[in-house]
Structure formats: structure tokens, C-alpha cells
């Protein structure tokens, strides 16, 4: 099994859905992360949490929301889905002792 | 904001070192350096990372320069499972955390 676990891998949805992306990791870290890639643009970061009871914005948080549901549990939320939400979505753990991010494969999201 | 400058692309031929250059000029005394790759298809993968004084490690050598404005990820031998989007990153430091700010990368592509 890989450490961190995305799904779906892809999904199409339609304007306005509401759609959640899910993340599940067993590296057994606290710190977990949700960026968006986009051609061109490298990698943002769209929210993160350092343990269960912390949540915090990133660079693009707007129109996305979290659930940290567990250590290992971390999900991605499109309230209304637009799509300019059309994009790549990666979950990352890491462990502040240790300088590196694992990231999962990827979620391909499709707003049409 | 520790931000990054790198070259859009790069070329190198299979069997010979490759430099990717990356500017920081920005970054704080206490930030490390990171380099991450990105495979096609794939989530980004750690490489290595340094703070002051040069690294290795059985996928690359980070050279630092002295004023830390400035590092280069040194791929000794280039083969062609080494064609990957680099990104350098200057770690952000927020209230004692630690997360990443990835920039757009450098595109390495590898001649066979």
C-alpha cells in the first residue's frame, strides 16, 4: 500500500456540485497538506493541518474547505465546485523531525 | 517569503552531470533548502535538502553557496528516468511551523 492514499484518482463533475477528495496516509505523521497544481504554476497550497485539532489556510484557500478526521485522515472539500477548480490536486504528510514531504499520486478533478 | 528563481527548462545529455541552478536571495538564516522532483504522472518525491554546508546523498549532492543566496542540485550521472520537473524551495517558517511554497520548477530533459 502506498503511505499516502488519494481518492478518487479522477473525478468529472458539473458547475455547482458539491464534490470531497480524500486523503488517508500511514507514515503515522501529524502534518498534513492539500495543494493544487495547475499548468504553469507549479504546486500551491490550499490548507494544512499540523495535528487534529489544528487547521490552518493556504496560499488559495478560497472556495475549499477541510475535515481532518483522524491523525491519518485528511479531506478536501469543493463546496460549489467552478471550474476554475479544474486542476490537480496533491495530499502531503511529513513529520517535523524529518525534512521531506511524502505526497500521494493525485487527484485529476474535472469541473465541467 | 523565502521564494525561489529557477530556469523554466533545462537539457542534458543521458551519462553526463547535470547543474540545476536556483536563486534565494530572499531566504531567512534559519530556512533549509529543499529540492523536490516531479515524474510525470506522479506526486512530487524529495531529493535533499541542506541548510549551510554542501550534501549527498545516493540521488544527488546539494552545493550551497556561501551567502546562501543561491544553490545548485547536482545530478552526477543524468539518465532518463531523471526527466522530471525540480523545484527548489526555501521553507516558509510561521509561528515556529514549517511548510513549503513550491515555485514553478525546472524542467529537466534528458537526451538519450
Known amino acids: 500500500d502506498a503511505d499516502v492514499t488519494q481518492t478518487p484518482r479522477n473525478r468529472i463533475t458539473k458547475t455547482g456540485k458539491r464534490i470531497m477528495l480524500e486523503c488517508s496516509q500511514t507514515?503515522?505523521?501529524?502534518?498534513m497538506y492539500w495543494y493544487r497544481q495547475d499548468p504553469g504554476l507549479g504546486l500551491r497550497l490550499i490548507y494544512y493541518?499540523?495535528?487534529?485539532?489544528?487547521?490552518n489556510k493556504g496560499e488559495i484557500s478560497d472556495g475549499y474547505s477541510v475535515s481532518r478526521q483522524a491523525q491519518a485522515k485528511f479531506s478536501l472539500s469543493l463546496e460549489s465546485a467552478i471550474p476554475n477548480q479544474t486542476a490537480l490536486y496533491f495530499c502531503?504528510?511529513?513529520?517535523?523531525?524529518?525534512?521531506?514531504?511524502?505526497f500521494g499520486s493525485g487527484t485529476r478533478l474535472t469541473v465541467v | 517569503d523565502a521564494k525561489t528563481t529557477q530556469p523554466n527548462s533545462m537539457e542534458s545529455n543521458e551519462e553526463e552531470p547535470v547543474h540545476l541552478p536556483c536563486n534565494h536571495s530572499?531566504?531567512?538564516?534559519?530556512?533549509?533548502i529543499h529540492w523536490y522532483r516531479q515524474l510525470p504522472s506522479q506526486g512530487p518525491e524529495y531529493v535533499i535538502h541542506?541548510?549551510?554546508s554542501n550534501v549527498n546523498n545516493r540521488m544527488a549532492s546539494l552545493a550551497i553557496a556561501e551567502d546562501r543566496k543561491s544553490s545548485t542540485l547536482i545530478l552526477h550521472r543524468a539518465t532518463l528516468r531523471d526527466a522530471a520537473v525540480y523545484y527548489c524551495?526555501?521553507?516558509?517558517?510561521?509561528?515556529?511551523?514549517?511548510?513549503?511554497?513550491f515555485g514553478t520548477g525546472t524542467r529537466l530533459k534528458v537526451l538519450a
Open positions: 502531503a504528510t511529513s513529520d517535523p523531525e524529518v525534512y521531506g514531504y511524502t
Open positions: 507514515k503515522g505523521h501529524d502534518r
Open positions: 493541518s499540523f495535528d487534529v485539532k489544528d487547521i
Open positions: 530572499t531566504i531567512s538564516g534559519t530556512d533549509y
Open positions: 541542506g541548510l549551510t
Open positions: 524551495i526555501g521553507g516558509e517558517d510561521a509561528s515556529g511551523t514549517y511548510k513549503y511554497i
